[in-house]
């Protein structure tokens, strides 16, 4: 043990003046004996303690350190988000057509699956999660919290995880380190109710996005055919309230959820389309417009919201990300130019900065020319002003051949706007897609995304199978 944990040891012993610690309360971080406990687990060795002011910058060069894939014979594996703890152990999740890493299926539909992977890519374990009971299951979005712990959104119903009921909607489960399930909320409709992205702040309470159908939604209610929810549960799972978004004359979409460390708010990053007005700002008139909103946590009031898009055209965003300065980036794709920015190709990828009040500072876009599609679906910024996105193209990149009919995307970017490099990832005559982005306290970034074919060395086993690639 090096010789500042035993002084830090020795001072966390002398505070507590010789008593005796419970060191089994996890769960309720306002209390004494839970910091107690990260106290000496620090000391210990057991955990990473970096405060924020003197934590590790974050300087991704892009190298390509490992990619593992799973799959089985036979089966169709998906996946759409990845999430990374603070000691380096990267989770995805999606869904399954049949029994996955030595896990069984269960019931005859697709199941939910979560796995870890520890920095050496080496799995840990694997969980599916599914219901007897004929139901369609869609997993979106994983993350970790602040205190280890992941948490899964998607949709289905049955009896996921024992919980009984009729009717499907949205799914929430949290899970702990181990790969043990906590708690699972299922949220029924009668219409379809979507949950699309999870996040949760400093202190362990979760918040989930998507669409609805429904336009009563917990004593909220919003006219459109499709309404954007967002929800907060503490960490116990208990519901706080709820907020329904959405007007008669425009659908309204959840497609992802952030928290902004500086101002404290909950972001929210969503779709729309036509005239009119949302969140109280006046909508382009395009055939899909993004829209940000930035949310107080503890009772869900609007502070300001802003669109993207133009008219008659289709912006599409799906990442979203705030830095350690407040600043907030935004990912996902265009058919049309944005901000004086030109296309280059029938599909371009877009990423846009905002400050913490809601002002758009820049917008890029980034194409393969031509008849190419690309897209970026997931964004990290860092703690030294990189941001990079995931995602895929169909056709070279910035000078970087592709490599097969469409590969998987990385890129960097300065705060300014500058493109540093991109990276790519595929094999001759393979479809690989990007769809997840997570990083770890050193910066070093995991994208995890779906192939039909080989790459990287890696062989594949099934029908499609997720992979998952390191980067440093």
């Known amino acids: 043990m090096a010789l500042r944990n035993y002084l830090f040891l020795f001072l966390v012993l002398i505070s507590m003046q010789c008593r005796n610690l419970n060191l089994n309360h996890p769960a309720e971080p306002g209390t004494k004996s839970f910091w107690e406990t990260e106290m000496l687990r620090c000391a210990l060795g057991q955990g990473i303690c970096v405060p924020k002011e003197t934590e590790i910058p974050q300087n991704n060069e892009g190298i390509k350190e490992w990619t593992r894939f799973l799959g089985a014979s036979s089966v169709n594996t998906d996946t759409k988000a990845s999430a990374t703890d603070r000691f380096g152990n990267t989770y995805f999740a999606g869904t399954t057509s049949g029994s996955l890493g030595g896990e069984p299926m269960i019931g005859s539909n697709y199941n939910y699956y979560v796995a870890k992977y520890d920095s050496g890519g080496n799995r840990v374990w694997i969980r599916l999660m599914g219901s007897t009971v004929v139901s369609s299951l869609y997993c979106d979005s994983i993350h970790v919290d602040a205190f280890g712990d992941i948490l899964v959104a998607g949709s289905g119903g049955g009896d996921l995880n024992g919980e009984s009921g009729s009717g499907d909607g949205y799914v929430l489960i949290k899970m702990n380190s181990a790969g043990s399930v906590l708690w699972t909320r299922i949220y029924r409709t009668p219409s379809e109710t979507l949950g699309l992205s999870t996040a949760s702040d400093p202190q362990g309470n979760v918040y989930i996005t998507g669409n609805t159908e429904e336009q009563l939604l917990d004593g909220e209610s919003a006219l459109g055919g499709r309404n954007l929810f967002f929800v907060k549960y503490d960490r116990n799972g208990n519901k706080l309230w709820s907020r329904l978004i959405g007007n008669a004359a425009v659908g309204a979409y959840g497609y992802g959820i952030s928290f902004e460390p500086v101002s404290g708010t909950i972001l929210v990053l969503g779709e729309t389309g036509g005239s009119g007005t949302l969140a109280g700002v006046s909508l382009p008139g395009g055939l899909s417009d993004s829209i940000v909103m930035s949310f107080r946590p503890d009772n869900g009031a609007l502070i300001w919201a802003s669109v993207l898009g133009v008219s008659g055209g289709t912006t599409q965003m799906r990442g979203i990300s705030a830095d350690r300065k407040g600043s907030i980036y935004i990912a996902g794709n265009t058919l049309n130019p944005l901000d004086g920015q030109t296309v280059s190709g ?54 970087v051949a592709i490599n097969g009919t469409k590969d998987a995307v990385l890129t960097k970017y300065d705060s300014e706007g500058n493109l540093i490099w991109v990276r790519l990832s595929g094999a001759s005559l393979v479809d690989v897609e990007g769809r997840g982005l997570s990083s770890d306290i050193y910066g070093t970034l995991y994208v995890t995304g779906i192939t039909n074919g080989n790459f990287d060395g890696q062989v594949r086993s099934g029908i499609q199978d997720a992979f998952l690639i390191k980067y440093k």
Request: charged residues 5%; positive net charge.
């Open 346 to 399: 029938n599909n371009v990828q877009v990423l846009s900065k905002y400050n913490s009040a809601g002002v758009r500072l820049w917008t890029r876009l980034l194409g393969a020319g031509g008849t190419t599609n690309t897209a970026a679906t997931g964004v990290y910024a860092d703690n030294s002003g990189h941001i990079y996105t995931a995602g895929y193209t169909s056709g070279s990149l910035n000078g």
